[in-house]
Protein backbone atom coordinates (compact mmCIF):
# COMPACT_ATOMS: atom_id res chain seq x y z
CA UNK A 1 0.00 0.00 0.00
CA UNK A 2 2.94 2.16 0.75
CA UNK A 3 4.39 2.19 -2.68
CA UNK A 4 1.34 2.42 -4.39
CA UNK A 5 0.65 5.92 -2.13
CA UNK A 6 4.86 6.56 -2.73
CA UNK A 7 3.99 6.11 -6.62
CA UNK A 8 0.74 8.50 -6.20
CA UNK A 9 2.23 10.97 -4.63
CA UNK A 10 5.14 11.04 -7.69
CA UNK A 11 3.24 11.46 -10.02
CA UNK A 12 1.10 14.19 -8.39
CA UNK A 13 4.26 15.74 -7.46
CA UNK A 14 5.56 15.67 -11.89
CA UNK A 15 2.06 16.89 -12.78
CA UNK A 16 2.11 20.30 -10.61
CA UNK A 17 6.03 20.65 -11.56
CA UNK A 18 4.16 20.66 -15.70
CA UNK A 19 1.26 22.25 -15.06
CA UNK A 20 3.73 25.08 -13.03
CA UNK A 21 6.47 25.35 -15.92
CA UNK A 22 3.50 25.72 -18.71
CA UNK A 23 2.13 28.48 -16.63
CA UNK A 24 5.14 30.41 -16.28
CA UNK A 25 6.83 29.60 -19.49
CA UNK A 26 7.56 32.58 -21.97
CA UNK A 27 4.78 31.62 -24.78
CA UNK A 28 5.10 34.82 -27.09
CA UNK A 29 0.60 35.18 -26.78
CA UNK A 30 0.72 35.30 -22.79
CA UNK A 31 1.43 38.87 -23.08
CA UNK A 32 1.53 42.10 -25.56
CA UNK A 33 3.77 41.93 -28.25
CA UNK A 34 4.29 45.22 -28.95
CA UNK A 35 2.40 46.10 -32.79
CA UNK A 36 -1.22 46.37 -33.97
CA UNK A 37 -3.45 45.09 -36.61
CA UNK A 38 -5.35 47.02 -39.59
CA UNK A 39 -7.87 44.78 -40.59
CA UNK A 40 -9.13 44.81 -44.33
CA UNK A 41 -12.69 43.73 -44.78
CA UNK A 42 -13.81 41.29 -47.13
CA UNK A 43 -10.63 40.75 -48.53
CA UNK A 44 -11.80 37.21 -49.11
CA UNK A 45 -15.06 35.06 -49.78
CA UNK A 46 -14.97 31.17 -49.46
CA UNK A 47 -14.98 29.55 -53.03
CA UNK A 48 -14.32 25.50 -52.05
CA UNK A 49 -12.50 23.19 -50.14
CA UNK A 50 -11.23 19.31 -50.59
CA UNK A 51 -10.18 16.70 -48.10
CA UNK A 52 -6.63 15.79 -48.05
CA UNK A 53 -7.71 12.30 -46.77
CA UNK A 54 -4.05 11.60 -45.58
CA UNK A 55 -3.00 11.70 -49.10
CA UNK A 56 -2.49 15.52 -50.03
CA UNK A 57 0.77 16.53 -48.90
CA UNK A 58 1.00 19.88 -50.42
CA UNK A 59 -0.20 22.54 -53.26
CA UNK A 60 2.51 22.15 -55.98
CA UNK A 61 1.61 24.37 -58.85
CA UNK A 62 -1.03 25.67 -61.07
CA UNK A 63 -2.42 26.63 -64.86
CA UNK A 64 -5.04 28.58 -65.52
CA UNK A 65 -7.26 25.95 -65.45
CA UNK A 66 -5.95 23.17 -62.74
CA UNK A 67 -4.22 22.82 -59.53
CA UNK A 68 -1.89 20.05 -58.48
CA UNK A 69 -0.48 18.42 -55.50
CA UNK A 70 2.13 16.46 -54.10
CA UNK A 71 1.58 13.43 -52.34
CA UNK A 72 2.98 11.00 -49.91
CA UNK A 73 4.09 9.22 -53.09
CA UNK A 74 6.86 11.06 -55.26
CA UNK A 75 5.65 9.30 -58.40
CA UNK A 76 1.96 10.48 -57.73
CA UNK A 77 0.42 13.68 -58.45
CA UNK A 78 -2.78 14.90 -58.38
CA UNK A 79 -4.85 17.56 -60.19
CA UNK A 80 -7.86 19.25 -59.67
CA UNK A 81 -9.98 22.39 -61.43
CA UNK A 82 -9.91 25.92 -59.80
CA UNK A 83 -13.21 24.33 -57.86
CA UNK A 84 -11.32 21.94 -56.36
CA UNK A 85 -13.31 19.33 -58.19
CA UNK A 86 -12.82 16.47 -60.88
CA UNK A 87 -10.29 15.08 -59.43
CA UNK A 88 -7.24 13.35 -61.68
CA UNK A 89 -3.88 10.91 -60.78
CA UNK A 90 -0.78 12.11 -62.93
CA UNK A 91 2.23 8.99 -62.34
CA UNK A 92 5.80 9.47 -62.91
CA UNK A 93 8.40 7.09 -63.36
CA UNK A 94 11.25 7.00 -61.15
CA UNK A 95 13.85 4.40 -60.43
CA UNK A 96 13.08 2.32 -57.69
CA UNK A 97 16.26 2.40 -55.87
CA UNK A 98 15.73 6.59 -55.42
CA UNK A 99 14.45 5.90 -52.00
CA UNK A 100 13.12 9.26 -51.78
CA UNK A 101 9.47 8.54 -50.26
CA UNK A 102 10.61 10.48 -47.36
CA UNK A 103 12.09 13.00 -47.80
CA UNK A 104 11.18 15.56 -51.31
CA UNK A 105 8.96 18.37 -51.84
CA UNK A 106 7.16 18.94 -55.51
CA UNK A 107 6.95 21.93 -57.72
CA UNK A 108 5.09 21.94 -60.74
CA UNK A 109 5.47 24.04 -63.76
CA UNK A 110 3.69 22.76 -65.99
CA UNK A 111 4.22 21.00 -68.81
CA UNK A 112 7.38 20.31 -65.87
CA UNK A 113 7.27 18.38 -62.46
CA UNK A 114 10.32 18.87 -60.26
CA UNK A 115 10.68 16.54 -57.39
CA UNK A 116 13.82 17.83 -55.26
CA UNK A 117 15.00 15.00 -53.18
CA UNK A 118 16.68 17.47 -50.95
CA UNK A 119 18.86 14.99 -48.93
CA UNK A 120 20.16 12.92 -51.89
CA UNK A 121 20.50 15.71 -52.94
CA UNK A 122 19.10 15.50 -56.42
CA UNK A 123 16.44 17.09 -58.70
CA UNK A 124 14.46 14.85 -60.62
CA UNK A 125 12.83 16.27 -63.92
CA UNK A 126 9.10 14.98 -64.82
CA UNK A 127 7.37 15.63 -67.88
CA UNK A 128 3.34 16.27 -66.88
CA UNK A 129 2.12 14.08 -70.07
CA UNK A 130 4.82 10.59 -70.21
CA UNK A 131 5.62 10.19 -66.83
CA UNK A 132 9.21 10.32 -67.66
CA UNK A 133 12.02 11.45 -65.62
CA UNK A 134 15.26 12.85 -65.47
CA UNK A 135 17.35 12.78 -62.57
CA UNK A 136 20.17 15.04 -61.54
CA UNK A 137 22.51 14.87 -58.89
CA UNK A 138 23.69 17.85 -56.85
CA UNK A 139 26.99 18.23 -55.62
CA UNK A 140 26.79 16.70 -51.51
CA UNK A 141 25.03 19.10 -48.69
CA UNK A 142 21.53 18.95 -48.77
CA UNK A 143 19.32 21.37 -49.57
CA UNK A 144 16.02 23.51 -47.76
CA UNK A 145 14.75 25.48 -50.78
CA UNK A 146 14.12 24.97 -54.44
CA UNK A 147 12.57 26.61 -57.17
CA UNK A 148 12.40 26.38 -61.01
CA UNK A 149 13.31 28.72 -62.73
CA UNK A 150 12.90 26.83 -66.41
CA UNK A 151 15.36 25.65 -68.93
CA UNK A 152 17.05 23.12 -66.50
CA UNK A 153 18.23 26.13 -63.97
CA UNK A 154 17.37 26.13 -60.37
CA UNK A 155 17.64 28.51 -57.28
CA UNK A 156 18.04 26.70 -53.92
CA UNK A 157 19.02 27.46 -50.13
CA UNK A 158 21.89 24.53 -50.27
CA UNK A 159 24.49 23.32 -47.27
CA UNK A 160 27.94 24.32 -48.10
CA UNK A 161 30.48 21.43 -46.99
CA UNK A 162 33.11 24.33 -46.85
CA UNK A 163 31.10 26.31 -44.15
CA UNK A 164 28.35 24.84 -41.84
CA UNK A 165 26.02 27.18 -43.03
CA UNK A 166 23.35 27.49 -45.86
CA UNK A 167 23.76 29.19 -48.83
CA UNK A 168 21.34 30.37 -51.99
CA UNK A 169 22.91 29.13 -55.35
CA UNK A 170 22.06 28.51 -58.88
CA UNK A 171 22.35 25.67 -60.25
CA UNK A 172 21.59 24.23 -63.83
CA UNK A 173 20.49 20.44 -64.61
CA UNK A 174 22.29 20.69 -68.09
CA UNK A 175 25.50 21.48 -66.44
CA UNK A 176 27.68 21.59 -63.54
CA UNK A 177 27.52 25.01 -63.54
CA UNK A 178 27.00 26.17 -59.60
CA UNK A 179 26.86 30.04 -59.23
CA UNK A 180 26.69 30.97 -55.06
CA UNK A 181 25.86 33.80 -53.57
CA UNK A 182 27.82 36.55 -52.07
CA UNK A 183 26.90 38.24 -48.86
CA UNK A 184 23.05 36.79 -48.94
CA UNK A 185 22.69 35.19 -46.24
CA UNK A 186 23.54 35.98 -42.38
CA UNK A 187 25.93 32.95 -41.26
CA UNK A 188 25.22 31.64 -37.43
CA UNK A 189 26.99 28.49 -38.66
CA UNK A 190 24.92 26.22 -37.37
CA UNK A 191 23.70 24.67 -40.69
CA UNK A 192 21.10 26.87 -41.28
CA UNK A 193 18.59 26.06 -38.64
CA UNK A 194 18.02 29.34 -36.78
CA UNK A 195 18.42 31.32 -40.30
CA UNK A 196 15.53 28.52 -41.84
CA UNK A 197 12.48 30.30 -43.66
CA UNK A 198 10.62 30.12 -46.83
CA UNK A 199 11.66 30.81 -50.36
CA UNK A 200 9.06 32.35 -53.11
CA UNK A 201 9.51 33.40 -56.53
CA UNK A 202 7.04 36.31 -57.71
CA UNK A 203 6.33 35.62 -61.16
CA UNK A 204 4.96 39.26 -61.73
CA UNK A 205 8.33 41.15 -60.58
CA UNK A 206 10.66 38.51 -61.05
CA UNK A 207 12.03 38.45 -57.67
CA UNK A 208 13.15 35.80 -54.88
CA UNK A 209 11.84 36.53 -51.05
CA UNK A 210 13.41 34.24 -48.34
CA UNK A 211 11.25 34.74 -45.19
CA UNK A 212 12.45 34.23 -41.84
CA UNK A 213 10.87 31.43 -39.47
CA UNK A 214 11.87 32.62 -36.31
CA UNK A 215 12.76 36.64 -36.78
CA UNK A 216 10.67 39.45 -38.36
CA UNK A 217 13.41 39.52 -40.97
CA UNK A 218 12.96 38.98 -44.86
CA UNK A 219 15.14 39.60 -47.68
CA UNK A 220 14.84 39.68 -51.52
CA UNK A 221 17.37 39.31 -54.75
CA UNK A 222 16.86 38.69 -58.11
CA UNK A 223 17.84 35.43 -60.32
CA UNK A 224 21.13 35.76 -60.51
CA UNK A 225 21.47 36.54 -56.52
CA UNK A 226 21.85 40.32 -56.29
CA UNK A 227 19.93 41.99 -53.60
CA UNK A 228 17.03 43.32 -54.36
CA UNK A 229 15.84 44.73 -50.67
CA UNK A 230 15.24 43.95 -47.08
CA UNK A 231 12.15 44.68 -45.06
CA UNK A 232 10.40 43.59 -41.72
CA UNK A 233 7.20 42.32 -40.69
CA UNK A 234 5.23 44.17 -37.77
CA UNK A 235 6.45 42.15 -35.09
CA UNK A 236 8.82 43.28 -32.68
CA UNK A 237 10.78 39.58 -33.14
CA UNK A 238 13.99 41.12 -34.31
CA UNK A 239 16.23 38.62 -33.29
CA UNK A 240 16.95 34.67 -33.42
CA UNK A 241 16.33 33.38 -29.88
CA UNK A 242 18.20 30.40 -30.04
CA UNK A 243 21.70 29.08 -30.06
CA UNK A 244 23.36 26.05 -30.82
CA UNK A 245 23.80 23.31 -27.88
CA UNK A 246 27.32 22.11 -27.49
CA UNK A 247 30.50 23.26 -28.11
CA UNK A 248 31.61 20.83 -30.50
CA UNK A 249 27.88 20.99 -32.40
CA UNK A 250 29.80 22.35 -35.37
CA UNK A 251 32.69 20.61 -35.74
CA UNK A 252 30.54 17.45 -35.92
CA UNK A 253 27.44 18.68 -38.18
CA UNK A 254 25.19 18.24 -35.18
CA UNK A 255 23.47 20.75 -35.00
CA UNK A 256 20.02 21.05 -32.00
CA UNK A 257 18.45 23.75 -30.40
CA UNK A 258 19.26 25.03 -27.47
CA UNK A 259 16.42 27.26 -25.54
CA UNK A 260 13.24 28.82 -27.02
CA UNK A 261 13.06 28.63 -30.85
CA UNK A 262 9.29 30.38 -31.48
CA UNK A 263 8.52 29.92 -35.33
CA UNK A 264 6.90 33.64 -35.73
CA UNK A 265 6.17 33.31 -39.84
CA UNK A 266 4.57 30.06 -40.24
CA UNK A 267 3.31 29.61 -44.15
CA UNK A 268 4.04 32.51 -46.28
CA UNK A 269 3.82 33.33 -49.91
CA UNK A 270 3.85 36.29 -52.59
CA UNK A 271 1.88 37.37 -55.23
CA UNK A 272 1.93 40.23 -57.48
CA UNK A 273 4.40 42.28 -55.56
CA UNK A 274 3.08 41.10 -52.18
CA UNK A 275 4.18 39.17 -49.13
CA UNK A 276 1.21 37.33 -47.28
CA UNK A 277 2.40 36.00 -44.11
CA UNK A 278 0.63 33.51 -41.93
CA UNK A 279 1.63 35.11 -38.43
CA UNK A 280 1.70 33.54 -34.86
CA UNK A 281 1.40 36.52 -33.34
CA UNK A 282 -1.19 37.85 -31.20
CA UNK A 283 -1.48 41.86 -32.03
CA UNK A 284 -1.80 43.96 -29.30
CA UNK A 285 -5.41 45.13 -31.10
CA UNK A 286 -6.71 41.85 -31.31
CA UNK A 287 -9.42 40.97 -29.69
CA UNK A 288 -9.36 37.28 -28.17
CA UNK A 289 -12.72 36.74 -29.50
CA UNK A 290 -11.60 37.02 -32.68
CA UNK A 291 -8.08 35.59 -32.18
CA UNK A 292 -9.25 32.03 -30.76
CA UNK A 293 -11.91 31.86 -33.74
CA UNK A 294 -9.59 32.79 -37.01
CA UNK A 295 -5.80 32.62 -39.07
CA UNK A 296 -4.35 35.86 -39.55
CA UNK A 297 -3.12 36.81 -42.64
CA UNK A 298 -0.62 40.04 -43.16
CA UNK A 299 0.55 41.76 -45.77
CA UNK A 300 3.18 43.44 -46.96
CA UNK A 301 4.46 45.06 -50.38
CA UNK A 302 7.79 44.25 -51.44
CA UNK A 303 8.74 47.14 -53.62
CA UNK A 304 7.89 49.69 -50.59
CA UNK A 305 8.73 47.06 -47.40
CA UNK A 306 5.14 48.84 -45.86
CA UNK A 307 2.80 46.80 -44.19
CA UNK A 308 -0.77 46.91 -46.27
CA UNK A 309 -2.87 45.06 -43.30
CA UNK A 310 -4.38 42.30 -42.59
CA UNK A 311 -7.34 40.01 -43.08
CA UNK A 312 -9.35 37.07 -41.50
CA UNK A 313 -9.55 33.32 -42.44
CA UNK A 314 -11.70 31.48 -40.11
CA UNK A 315 -10.49 28.42 -38.72
CA UNK A 316 -8.55 26.97 -35.02
CA UNK A 317 -5.46 29.43 -35.11
CA UNK A 318 -4.51 26.36 -33.34
CA UNK A 319 -4.13 24.32 -36.34
CA UNK A 320 -1.15 24.12 -38.10
CA UNK A 321 -1.34 25.85 -41.70
CA UNK A 322 1.25 23.63 -44.07
CA UNK A 323 1.31 26.21 -47.08
CA UNK A 324 -0.32 29.29 -48.49
CA UNK A 325 -0.43 29.53 -52.61
CA UNK A 326 -2.55 32.05 -54.65
CA UNK A 327 -2.74 31.64 -58.05
CA UNK A 328 -4.64 33.46 -60.11
CA UNK A 329 -6.47 35.58 -57.35
CA UNK A 330 -7.25 32.02 -55.88
CA UNK A 331 -5.63 32.08 -52.34
CA UNK A 332 -5.10 28.28 -51.62
CA UNK A 333 -4.86 27.42 -47.69
CA UNK A 334 -3.38 23.71 -47.12
CA UNK A 335 -4.50 22.96 -43.56
CA UNK A 336 -4.03 19.05 -42.29
CA UNK A 337 -7.05 18.09 -42.96
CA UNK A 338 -8.16 19.69 -45.70
CA UNK A 339 -7.49 22.03 -48.69
CA UNK A 340 -9.10 25.56 -48.61
CA UNK A 341 -9.84 27.57 -51.46
CA UNK A 342 -10.59 31.67 -51.19
CA UNK A 343 -11.06 34.25 -54.32
CA UNK A 344 -8.60 37.23 -53.20
CA UNK A 345 -10.37 40.61 -52.92
CA UNK A 346 -7.08 42.67 -52.18
CA UNK A 347 -5.86 43.49 -55.94
CA UNK A 348 -6.53 47.12 -55.37
CA UNK A 349 -5.17 47.23 -51.59
CA UNK A 350 -4.80 51.23 -51.90
CA UNK A 351 -8.90 51.22 -52.01
CA UNK A 352 -8.58 49.23 -48.74
CA UNK A 353 -6.83 51.33 -47.15
CA UNK A 354 -8.99 55.08 -47.89
CA UNK A 355 -11.41 53.43 -46.42
Known amino acids: ?37 HYLQHAVAPLANIPTEGIIQG ?49 VDSPFIYVYAYNLPAIFTGDIHTGTT ?10 SNAHSLGKGTFILRKLSTKIPDQFFIKASTNSDSITTEDHLSALHYDGGMSTDGLLHYDTSTHIFTFLYYYNNSYISFDSILRPAGSGH ?13 GKTATTKHVYTAEGPDHMINAASCVYKGNLYVRSTLKADNDSDTAYEKN ?61
Not at 233 to 245: A, Y
Not at 319 to 343: P, T
Request: aromatic share 14%; glycine share 4%; proline share 4%.
Open 1 to 37: MRRIYYLAALLLTAFFIIAILVYTADFPNKHKNGFNR
Open 59 to 107: ISGATVTQFFFSTGDPEKIITTNHQLQEKKLITLHIDAKDVIHTSFFTE
Open 134 to 143: TKKLLPPGAF
Open 233 to 245: TIDTFSHFRFELS
Open 295 to 355: IVIDMYNLQTHEYLGSFYLPGDPREKINKLAIFDDVLLVHCKNQIRAWMLHVTNIRHFESD
